[in-house]
């Protein structure tokens, strides 16, 4: 079994649990996390290379932790990720 999946699946389950004593913002950001990492995981095995995702991946890197200290630049960044999953998408 390959241990990066294992622990990716693990993130989920324990993100899920323990939202329930989180304030409701952390599953927006245990969210973007997670997109972050799946990013990373499948570029890291081949599944998914596309420079776009790269710059997704570093935006999300860069600005998750804004989740706290400044929400709109938090909120920016969702919509950011938004947006550009959604061109990838359209474009494939």
Not at 16 to 26: A, G, I, K, Q, T
Not at 35 to 40: H, K, V, W
Not at 52 to 66: H, T, W
């Amino acid at each position: 079994m390959d241990r990066a999946f294992l622990d990716f699946l693990a993130f989920l389950a324990a993100s899920s649990d323990n939202l329930r004593n989180e304030p409701p913002v952390y599953g927006e950001l245990r969210l973007i996390d997670a997109l972050g990492r799946a990013i990373e995981l499948f570029r890291a095995r081949g599944i998914l290379s596309d420079s776009a995702l790269d710059e997704i991946e570093a935006d999300i890197e860069e600005n998750k932790f804004y989740v706290m200290s400044d929400p709109e630049a938090f909120h920016a960044l969702l919509k950011r990720t938004n947006a550009a999953l959604a061109k990838i998408v359209s474009e494939n």
